[in-house]
């Protein structure tokens, strides 16, 4: 069975350009969340989708984040502008219980802006 | 959301048993203890979760004090393949995706 693949595993953009993540959750998951890691910092929530509905956005840092959901399937994380400081490591995880628990989580997309 | 201490690192050798102890004192009366596993250039992969008394699966124990205010996850006969980062996260089970994500524990494994 394949587990939560994340696409690009690396990018590297300018500041002021947009980069759109993607997530495939594990087949069958309606639940689906995006985390990120921050240089030096610990792992923080962004936010939980069930099916295509965004259930929990409470750890979207701001406006130019935007995540999608379309068809309940893949989920896509754009970021736009980039900035800086969105530098990190960007998590996706899947699951089949809406609490999160046993989250099955991706490889990661490191994102590099400079 | 109750906050976890955890050793920074710690070290041992293959075919030892490694404890990992966690303390959340503020733990509340809803609140389920989880532990995930990360290897480098890898996400967390959840390894066992308990809320009282002793927890047992095919890769850990979860020993957990009749007062909850910490937890020790047990890994029986570790492997080089063990050297990874361990969390523990503490929170409701209904909200488990918001737990609140530590520094973790650097776990190395010695030959």
């Known amino acids: 069975e394949a587990g939560v693949t994340q696409f690009p595993s690396h990018s590297v953009i300018e500041k002021g350009q947009t980069v759109t993540l993607r997530c495939d959750p594990i087949s069958g998951h309606d639940n689906l969340y995006w985390y990120r890691r921050v240089m030096g910092k610990e792992i923080k929530f962004l936010l939980h989708f069930v099916k295509e509905s965004k259930q929990d956005e409470s750890g979207m840092p701001n406006n130019r984040f935007l995540a999608e959901r379309t068809g309940g399937t893949y989920s896509t994380l754009k970021v736009q502008p980039a900035e800086l400081e969105d530098s990190g490591v960007y998590f996706c995880a899947s699951s089949l219980f809406e609490s999160g628990t046993e989250a099955f989580f991706g490889q990661g997309t490191r994102l590099t802006v400079v | 959301l109750a906050k976890t201490t955890q050793p920074i690192s710690m070290d041992s050798y293959e075919g030892q048993e490694v404890n990992i102890t966690c303390s959340h004192n503020?733990?509340?009366?809803?609140?389920?203890i989880t532990w995930y596993q990360q290897f480098p250039s890898q996400g967390p992969r959840f390894i066992i979760q308990?809320?009282?008394?002793?927890v047992t699966n095919e890769v850990a124990s979860l020993f957990i004090p009749a007062d909850r205010k910490s937890s020790t996850l047990s890994l029986p006969r570790v492997s080089l393949s063990d050297t990874a980062v361990y969390y523990c996260?503490?929170?409701?089970?209904?909200?488990?995706?918001?737990?609140?994500w530590g520094a973790g524990t650097k776990l190395i494994i010695k030959p």
């Open positions: 996260l503490v929170g409701e089970r209904d909200s488990n995706y918001q737990l609140i």
């Open positions: 308990g809320y009282k008394t002793k």
């Open positions: 503020n733990i509340a009366t809803n609140d389920y």
